[in-house]
């Protein structure tokens, strides 16, 4: 028989996220509220087991359970705070390229879709949906998404590129479409 380790268990995990200048941090029960000089992100974190405090200027979030689920949606937590202190003091910024070689295509805001025309020489338009609180700009060769949330932003970026993907037809061949080329 296998002698078992003994493995030191922790009474209660803490996890500390210093709360930058310039950002006001309000929680009203377990919505965390992040205004900057960008704008303003509300989320809850709520978990069982899982409590979110505001202490001088930083947020704790504790949890006496000591598991792999309550380590991970604390990690997760504590990922989605620093995305909120970045969203609100600098933005998110997504660049796509759009690449043609066939077909012209051409690409405008209207209302809060974006309208791909002329796609591998299609007749109508396809239309990717623009999420949230996101500004989308529009050029001939570039197209620039920015925002305060990172996943409205992100998915913004990823419904545009999507829309262009090439299907039924060899993707050696025909490389149009609308791709990510960077993020700031």
């Keep these: ?77 504590v990922a989605h705070l620093n995305n909120m202190f970045k969203g609100v003091t600098t933005g998110f910024k997504y660049k796509l390229k759009i690449v043609y070689s066939h077909f012209p295509m051409t690409t405008k805001i209207v209302g809060n879709h974006v309208e791909i025309s002329n796609y591998l020489g299609e007749k109508s338009p396809r239309r990717a949906k623009i999420f949230g609180n996101v500004k989308v700009t529009a050029g001939k060769e570039e197209i620039t998404v920015e925002g305060t949330n990172v996943e409205e932003v992100g998915q913004t970026a990823a419904n545009i590129e999507q829309k262009t993907r090439v299907r039924h037809r060899d993707s050696r061949v025909f490389q149009d479409g609308i791709y990510l080329v960077g993020t700031e």
């Design 1 to 77: 028989m296998a002698a078992q380790a003994k493995t030191k268990r922790h009474e209660e995990i803490v996890e500390e996220i210093a709360i930058p200048e310039n950002v006001q941090v309000s929680l009203s029960g377990a919505i965390v509220s992040v205004k900057g000089q960008k704008g303003e992100l509300k989320r809850e974190f709520a978990y069982p087991g899982v409590s979110t405090e505001k202490t001088n200027n930083k947020i704790v979030l504790k949890t006496s359970e000591v598991t792999k689920k309550k380590r991970a949606v604390i990690g997760s937590f």
